[in-house]
């Protein structure tokens, strides 16, 4: 109640990509293809996982709540761009925006940690074959996702906190598709340097905390396997790449939003298109569609359901 007392701005304006009507056709071609694939590709990974029993193992478990979260963090902010960008005045409320911060603050953290949390499952799937089944069980999951949801969501309340009694007195135009909190602080009616400085150190300290972390967990599995390279090494290989990949997609972006020491440049909006679109659709690809277990699976979901059709 608070913001709405101190505020007398009640919506934000964002700008877009563009004014020419042939760009913004393009513009909604693609988000609307790539929206539509990402929310099919990781539903069909979540219907795959929870449908066949083969693939009921940690790993395929974590890759499914990744995709939930992907689809969760393209809904936030894709579904409202497609909406607005035929629009001359591309407004979204007060509370919208705000919705839109926390959310993608939260469920990006919470992905963070579950990248983690994967490639803790691969290290020690690679390096601890034996004790696979013991350290990484049904329950020792559940801990991983409710801690990773936890951190995501403590993360988020955080950044919250820093915005929810600032002044809007009168700028509302956001250079952007979407609400993000550098943007936002710099429209507020007070001096935000600190508060600037405070979100980059909070979404920073988690983005290039993660990203050094998977880095270092990366190149010890890599060490490992190349050590005992009798063991399947090609297979870890294509696996580990596929987790460098979408490693580097989601967090290249995001690390260079909130540690790049010039905040005026126009980089910044066209590199989150990588994290509103690209990322979400990748994981699938990447991870999934290019695994051979998952294949089998889905051709088997595929084949369960047309012989079930042709009995009814
Ligand atoms: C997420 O992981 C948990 C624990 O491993 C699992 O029980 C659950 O089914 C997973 N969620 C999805 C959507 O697969």
């Known amino acids: 109640m608070d913001v709405m007392n101190q505020s007398i701005v009640s919506e934000f304006i964002f700008l877009g ?41 940690p790993m395929y478990f974590l890759l499914a709540n990744l995709s939930v979260i992907d689809m969760v963090f393209c809904s936030i902010i894709v579904p409202k761009m497609i909406y607005g960008i035929f629009k001359k005045h591309k407004s979204i409320s007060f509370c ?10 939260a469920a990006g953290g ?17 390096c601890k074959p034996l004790q696979y089944l ?6 020792m999951c559940l801990h991983f996702l409710v801690t990773s949801w936890t951190i995501g969501l403590i993360h988020s309340l955080v950044q919250l906190g820093f915005v929810v009694d600032l002044p809007f007195c009168g700028p509302n135009v956001l250079d ?23 979100v980059t150190v909070n979404s920073g300290l988690i983005s290039v ?5 998977l880095v270092i967990s990366y190149i010890f599995i890599l060490f490992t396997v190349w050590k005992h390279a009798s063991r399947g090494l090609s297979k870890a290989l294509s696996t580990l790449s596929a987790h460098i990949t979408v490693v580097v997609f989601f967090f290249g ?30 994981n699938p690809v990447i991870y999934t ?4 277990e998952m294949n089998v699976a889905m051709r088997r979901l595929c084949s369960r359901f047309v012989h079930y059709k042709n009995i009814s």
């Open 17 to 57: 990509f563009t004014t020419s009507w042939k760009i913004q056709l393009l513009l909604f071609v693609f988000a609307f293809l790539f929206y539509s694939a990402s929310m099919m590709g990781n539903l069909v990974v979540v219907f795959t996982v929870a449908l066949d029993s083969h693939l009921h193992s």
């Open 96 to 105: 919208g925006c705000i919705t839109q911060i926390f959310f993608s603050h």
């Open 110 to 126: 919470t992905e963070m940690v579950l990248l983690i949390t994967m490639a803790f499952d691969r290290y020690v799937a690679i």
């Open 134 to 139: 013991t350290i990484m069980s049904p329950r």
């Open 176 to 198: 952007s598709f979407y609400c993000d909190l550098p943007r936002l602080l710099r429209l507020a009616c007070t001096n935000t340097q600190e508060l600037e400085f405070m």
């Open 209 to 213: 905390g993660s990203f050094v972390l």
């Open 253 to 282: 972006p995001l690390m260079f939003f909130y540690t790049w020491p010039s905040p005026t440049s126009h980089l910044d909006k066209y590199l989150a298109i990588f994290d509103a679109f690209i990322t979400p659709f990748l």
């Open 289 to 292: 569609f290019r695994n051979k």
